[in-house]
């Protein structure tokens, strides 16, 4: 950067290997920061006058949705209504307690729902050395602050991205989750080796909408659904409803189940993913 009458010069550079829009935003203000940092007076966006991707467009998207997205698709210019399709309810831990006592290997845990239910049941029941593999970043931050570091984190998130990560058995991996679990990390797991013992903990149930979301469902340019319980909760406002932009293979055949139109697909289960599905299918 030059300063208007020549006399100084500011350099800074950075790097990323998140080859997305969201990894983009997030270098050029990493690169913004340093450039102020340095004496730098102020940063002019010379695309503000030009139009943003996603101007226009009305997204419905659930609550619990990967971190930044919101703000990400609002800053492409997306007019966004966030709305609590379902929530987690904790289930009696007899199950837990249990298979803990017959002992495991390893900890896979999927989500936060989760480690809601074993702070629940006692991170000290679990041992003192318990090895414990994470799904996705939230998920390990979770962990890391009930005091359960993991040791392995499978990033981005999804079943099949941790069955790719994790080791080969034989052994016992201990799965506590959902009523009604996604076939991944279970299947995967077991056909490398692993004896999977899946407990469950806490069950999805559906909440109800305020009446605004259903006129927001019937002139959304799309849903993002970042769940199958998302997709079956929103078909129930009325179909054909909006078109999904969905988080992942599953969330999508979920989706088409429910009656749902897809038109996008998240190649990953994170921020990026899902903008770079939304402007390939609207931008």
């Known amino acids: 950067m030059i300063s208007v009458d020549g006399r100084q010069r500011l350099n800074a550079d950075a790097a990323t290997t998140e080859l997305s829009i969201a990894g983009a935003e997030a270098l050029g203000a990493q690169v913004t920061e340093t450039l102020l940092a340095s004496g730098a007076a102020a940063i002019v966006d010379l695309a503000a006058t030009k139009p943003k991707p996603l101007t226009g467009r009305r997204l419905l998207v659930p609550s619990r949705c990967p971190s930044g997205l919101v703000e990400t698709l609002r800053t492409a210019g997306a007019e966004v209504t966030t709305a609590t399709f379902t929530d987690q309810e904790l289930l009696p831990l007899d199950e837990l307690e249990a298979a803990v006592a017959a002992g495991f290997d390893w900890l896979v845990v999927t989500s936060s729902a989760t480690v809601s239910a074993l702070e629940s049941f006692g991170i000290d029941q679990l041992g003192a050395d318990v090895r414990v593999a994470a799904i996705g970043p939230a998920t390990a931050r979770a962990l890391t602050d009930a005091g359960l570091p993991p040791t392995l984190v499978a990033s981005p998130g999804g079943g099949a991205s941790l069955v790719a990560a994790f080791p080969n058995g034989p052994g016992v991996v201990l799965l506590p989750g959902a009523a009604e679990p996604s076939a991944e990390p279970a299947a995967g797991l077991a056909a490398n080796g692993w004896t999977v013992r899946a407990v469950t903990v ?7 909408l305020p009446a605004d979301i259903s006129m927001t469902w019937s002139q959304a340019d799309a849903l993002v659904v970042t769940a199958g319980s998302v997709a079956r909760a ?19 055949e979920a989706a088409r189940a429910a009656g749902l139109s897809v038109i996008g697909v998240a190649a990953s289960p994170d921020t990026g993913g899902v903008v770079d599905a939304v402007l390939g299918a609207l931008g």
Request: glycine share 12%; proline share 12%.
């Open 202 to 208: 806490y069950r999805t149930v559906e909440c109800p």
């Open 234 to 252: 929103a078909a129930k406002l009325g179909l054909p409803g909006a078109p999904v932009i969905a988080i992942g293979v599953a969330a999508a």
